[in-house]
């Protein structure tokens, strides 16, 4: 079983990130201002999760749809948020070419497979679906910030409410690992972190166009300490 089969599938997953509920509140807007779609665009959240983000998307008059792995986010977005999702893998979309005008890809969703072909495999596949001149946000974190945040952290565990963690970067120093238990159980995230330069490279090679690069959810110009890499690519 690959790690995010199971980690994201935790009953313990909803309450250590709770917080994302309210965060939502302002992340939802900003990235749908980043994106900047017209009304009536098609948009694929991808993948969605819960469901978190998918209001402020629909506030826009977009047609949204999402996808994700996750029987249990599933389960949780069609109570909450209705029915338009679908159970996927991100390396092999079940979508027509050209079905879409644009993918909000948000919250570090990418780099979660274990070679870098899969990686790739993951932003040929948003290119793949969107139409000629669509639109992938692709929201990340940014490497340096989290370099940082694992520095001041340290390597020993970290005691919250539910759970302990900790974290470390990959002898290589390519992935973040974090290592969570809840009880006795285990579980990690395993997180290919690419370079700007990687992350750009990867939209190029899948047939994007970078069209802007922020460094923050209010236009904030991309900075390499940044809390967050927001790509904005066009699909040629
Ligand atoms: C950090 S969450 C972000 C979810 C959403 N974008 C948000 O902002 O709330 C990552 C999501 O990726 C999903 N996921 C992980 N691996 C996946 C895969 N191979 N295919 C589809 N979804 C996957 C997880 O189930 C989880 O819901």
Known sequence: MEWFEWDFDHPAYFAIYHDKVEEARE???????????PPGSRVLDLPCGWGRLRPHLEAQQWEVLGGDLSA????RHLQEFGDSVARLDLRALPFQSGCAEGILCA???WGYFATEAENQQQITEFARVLTPGGVLLLDLCGRHHLEAGAKEAGTAWRHFESYKERIRWSPDGRRILTERRVGVE???HDIWIP???EARAALSRAGFRIDRVF??????????????WIYRAIKL
């Not at 939802?28 to 779609?37: C, T």
């Not at 249990?72 to 389960?75: D, E, G, S």
């Open 107 to 109: 919250f570090t969703s």
């Open 215 to 228: 460094g923050g959810l209010n236009e904030e110009a991309w900075h390499p300490r940044a809390e967050r």
């Open 186 to 188: 285990r579980f990690r």
């Open 72 to 75: 249990m986010n599933l389960r």
């Open 27 to 37: 992340e939802g807007p900003a990235l749908a201002r980043l994106l900047d779609l």
């Open 195 to 197: 370079t700007d330069t």
